[in-house]
């Protein structure tokens, strides 16, 4: 389960007129419980290859599998966090983790006693009524990826989620990641701007050329990582 096939995929936007060409004939692969990045310069057509998977956009060419068939639009099979953005800001840290929950049709105590528990798991159980405005970066990361992964995804899908902290944040959040994906055994597509993020979290990096979008190296990261 969690299974990540891209074969040949191009992307193209029409805006007024002009073509952009996002992602140029790019294949890669997330295997089951695999942990992949891909790197590359802005522009590059990195995030666009992530939504594809999130079920966000089609392919204008070559085909997105998810376990084998074809990715038809999003799913609580598949858990999206990005760097901004990620919380309502106008629910409390619980209910926002409740939210994906209550998309799958849970009644509200066994939403309420889920995200409890997955809150008291990440050491954020005293802030369940805080407002993510009450928060700092990584505590918002932090409900950010627990809210992701509330509904039990086979994948996570993350697109620059530790952008915008500092260092020191990034890294605690780089362990508590780890930790995670090890302990569920999900399959993750993380997207970075930083080669040495992409080498401590992944045992597989794509790297991207800009214009065309396209994979110029597919780099496995053997085991003992840095
Ligand atoms: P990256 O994540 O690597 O920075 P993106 O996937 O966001 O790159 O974008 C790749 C290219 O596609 C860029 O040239 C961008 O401007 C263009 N692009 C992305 N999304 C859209 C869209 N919805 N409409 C038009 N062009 C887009
Ligand atoms: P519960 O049934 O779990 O008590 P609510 O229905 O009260 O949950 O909604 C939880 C939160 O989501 C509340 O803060 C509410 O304001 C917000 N909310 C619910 N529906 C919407 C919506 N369509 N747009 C914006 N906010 C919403």
């Excluded at 805006?15 to 996002?22: D, I, L, R």
Aim: charged residues 20%.
């Amino acid at each position: 389960k969690g299974h990540v096939q891209i074969r040949d995929v191009s992307v193209r936007f029409g805006v007024k007129g002009q073509t952009t060409e996002a992602a140029s004939r790019v294949s890669l692969e997330v295997k089951p419980g695999e942990f992949v990045s891909i790197i590359g310069p802005s522009g590059c057509g990195k995030s666009t290859l992530l939504n594809i998977v999130a079920g966000f956009i089609r392919p204008s060419d070559g085909e997105a599998l998810l376990d084998g068939r074809p990715i038809g639009g999003p799913g609580a099979d598949r858990g999206v966090v990005f760097q901004q953005y990620s919380l309502f800001p106008w629910m409390t840290v619980r209910k926002n983790v409740e939210f994906g929950l209550k998309m799958q049709g849970l009644g509200q105590n066994q939403r309420a006693s889920a995200a409890r528990s997955l809150l008291g798991m990440t050491g954020l159980l005293s802030f369940e009524n805080h407002y993510p405005d009450q928060l700092s970066g990584g505590m918002k990361q932090r409900v950010g990826i627990v809210r992701a992964l509330a509904t039990s995804p086979q994948v996570m899908l993350m697109d620059e989620p530790f952008g915008a902290l500092d260092s020191q944040t990034r890294a605690v959040m780089q362990e508590i990641l780890t930790n995670m994906w090890q302990q569920l055994q999900l399959s993750v597509l993380f997207i970075t701007h930083d080669i040495e993020e992409a080498i401590f979290l992944s045992e597989k990096v794509y790297v991207m050329t800009a214009r065309p979008g396209r994979i110029k190296a597919e780099i496995p990261i053997p085991l003992p990582r840095p």
